[in-house]
């Protein structure tokens, strides 16, 4: 089972076109291995991505240097995954 | 084994557990539901569908959750769904007259093998499970693989995408399944797909961003649905074509279904009204359920009164 411990889902409010286009090219740095649970389409509208633990500190820098709004939606996604996991569990039983 | 009648739908739940549930609604209604089976997924897992009727060969209303794995809340509503439709049939006036005038079709687990992955391996898995041939990587997003627009912008042609359109439209097993039983029924005149979140009620197209022929139609339906929706916790739903509303989206399912004569085609992203993503809280289950049942009566009502 893959574990997502210390991942993090940003709430990214891109405000213009160019931010956006910012944002599909971070998509496309694989290495970062960004998932986009919701993608930025129109200006304005919020995009949501979770960030493995390992690229947090890159991206929020990158977000920073361009100017890029953005808040911390989950803290740790592990944690909503054990909650999860407990209740049904706790259902089974 | 679950007892009869003591189904936790406040927790969300494994393949097998809700295989059971189906049983057991056919079980607890003999002259109402029934288990179809139109095919099996990659991994021979079967595409089972409840079917409603009241019996002879009637027009239909299909509703499917869960092309996206990962998705839980969308299997967890379609399956309170099913219960909802089984007790009210004979008791609430609108449904009875439903059921007596036309068939509901409901596939609470659109992606099998991807539900079980995203429970046993990878939680944030979305797509299905199939080998892509000349790549180490797996899975097709099978809301991108239908035969309408494939290929256009919006989706990726990359197979380690999670947009992957798939080597050809239908190359899903668990789509082609769904395609062949829309074609050989041949009187589906609602066709409703759960997907979430983002509270987003939506209709054609996603694959160009040109007004369909039913535009005013299917708005004016989705702005009943929704209002009817919030009208039980508030839920805001934004409304309209999904090319406009999120993005250029091609291969959609409800692209497909439209261009097959399906008129009241749509998909809903159910809520997340607490910031969860997709990883909702299994105690909003039943209130997302709740809510969305009021649009999906919404739709199925408008669908009966305005027969094509």
Same mark, same amino acid.
């Given at each position: 089972?893959?574990?997502?411990?210390?991942?993090?889902?940003?709430?990214?409010?891109?405000?213009?076109?160019?931010?956006?286009?910012?944002?599909?090219?971070?998509?496309?740095?694989?290495?970062?291995?960004? @998932?986009?649970?919701?993608?930025?389409?129109?200006?304005?509208?919020?995009?949501?991505?979770?960030?493995?633990?390992?690229?947090?500190?890159?991206?929020?820098?990158?977000?920073?240097?361009?100017?890029?709004?953005?808040?911390?939606?989950?803290? @740790?996604?592990?944690?909503?995954? @054990?909650?999860?996991?407990?209740?049904?569990?706790?259902?089974?039983? | 084994?679950?007892?009869?009648?003591?189904?936790?739908? =406040?927790?969300?739940?494994?393949?097998?557990?809700?295989?059971?549930?189906?049983?057991?609604?056919?079980?607890?209604?003999?002259?109402?539901? +029934?288990? /179809?089976?139109?095919? !099996?997924?990659? $991994?021979?897992?079967?595409?089972?569908?409840?079917?409603?009727?009241?019996?002879?060969?009637?027009?239909?209303?299909?509703?499917?959750?869960?092309?996206?794995?990962?998705?839980?809340?969308?299997?967890?509503?379609?399956?309170?769904?099913?219960?909802?439709?089984?007790?009210?049939?004979?008791?609430?006036?609108?449904?009875?007259?439903?059921? %007596?005038?036309?068939?509901?079709?409901?596939?609470?687990?659109?992606?099998? %093998?991807?539900? /079980?992955?995203? &429970?046993?391996?990878?939680?944030?898995?979305?797509?299905?499970?199939?080998?892509?041939?000349?790549?180490?990587?797996?899975? /097709?997003?099978?809301?991108?693989?239908?035969?309408?627009?494939?290929?256009?912008?919006?989706?990726?042609?990359?197979?380690?995408?999670?947009?992957?359109?798939?080597?050809?439209?239908?190359?899903?097993? =668990?789509?082609?399944?769904?395609?062949?039983?829309?074609?050989?029924?041949?009187?589906?005149?609602?066709?409703?797909?759960?997907?979430?979140?983002?509270?987003?009620?939506?209709?054609?197209?996603?694959?160009?961003? #040109?007004?369909?022929?039913?535009?005013?139609?299917?708005? $004016?339906?989705?702005?009943?649905?929704? &209002?009817?929706?919030? +009208?039980?916790?508030?839920?805001?739903?934004?409304?309209?074509?999904?090319?406009?509303?999120?993005? &250029?989206? +091609?291969?959609?399912? /409800?692209?497909?279904? *439209?261009?097959?004569?399906?008129?009241?085609?749509? #998909?809903?992203?159910?809520?997340?009204?607490?910031?969860?993503?997709?990883?909702?809280?299994?105690?909003?289950?039943?209130?997302?359920? !709740?809510?969305?049942?009021?649009?999906?009566?919404?739709?199925?009502?408008? #669908?009966?009164?305005?027969? *094509?």
């Amino acid at each position: 089972q893959e574990t997502f411990v210390g991942d993090q889902v940003l709430e990214i409010t891109p405000r213009n076109e160019e931010q956006i286009k910012h944002l599909v090219e971070l998509e496309a740095e694989e290495h970062l291995q960004l @998932d986009f649970w919701k993608l930025p389409t129109i200006p304005g509208e919020t995009a949501h991505v979770r960030v493995p633990f390992v690229s947090i500190q890159a991206v929020k820098v990158f977000l920073e240097s361009q100017g890029i709004a953005y808040s911390t939606m989950i803290e @740790d996604v592990q944690v909503l995954l @054990d909650k999860e996991n407990e209740e049904m569990l706790l259902n089974r039983r | 084994r679950q007892r009869n009648g003591n189904f936790n739908f =406040e927790a969300y739940h494994t393949l097998e557990e809700i295989s059971q549930e189906m049983d057991t609604l056919a079980a607890q209604y003999p002259g109402l539901v +029934s288990k /179809v089976n139109i095919g !099996q997924s990659f $991994e021979k897992r079967p595409m089972n569908v409840l079917k409603f009727s009241t019996g002879g060969d009637k027009p239909a209303i299909w509703l499917d959750a869960g092309i996206h794995a990962r998705e839980w809340v969308t299997q967890a509503t379609a399956l309170w769904t099913a219960n909802k439709i089984a007790s009210d049939y004979g008791n609430d006036p609108s449904i009875t007259s439903i059921l %007596d005038t036309m068939d509901i079709f409901l596939l609470p687990v659109t992606n099998p %093998d991807g539900y /079980v992955f995203s &429970q046993t391996k990878n939680r944030m898995w979305r797509k299905t499970r199939s080998k892509v041939s000349g790549s180490f990587c797996v899975g /097709v997003d099978p809301n991108r693989n239908w035969d309408a627009g494939f290929g256009g912008p919006g989706a990726s042609n990359n197979p380690c995408s999670d947009s992957y359109h798939g080597p050809h439209a239908n190359s899903e097993v =668990e789509v082609k399944s769904i395609v062949d039983f829309i074609k050989s029924h041949g009187k589906i005149k609602a066709f409703i797909t759960l997907h979430s979140y983002s509270q987003l009620l939506m209709f054609p197209y996603g694959y160009t961003c #040109t007004k369909s022929d039913n535009f005013d139609e299917l708005n $004016e339906v989705a702005q009943k649905a929704a &209002q009817s929706l919030a +009208s039980l916790h508030g839920t805001k739903y934004k409304v309209g074509p999904i090319c406009s509303v999120i993005y &250029q989206a +091609s291969g959609s399912t /409800v692209d497909w279904t *439209y261009s097959q004569g399906i008129k009241y085609s749509f #998909t809903f992203e159910l809520r997340d009204t607490g910031r969860y993503g997709f990883l909702l809280p299994a105690s909003q289950i039943i209130p997302t359920a !709740q809510e969305t049942w009021l649009a999906l009566r919404t739709i199925m009502e408008h #669908t009966l009164n305005h027969p *094509y």
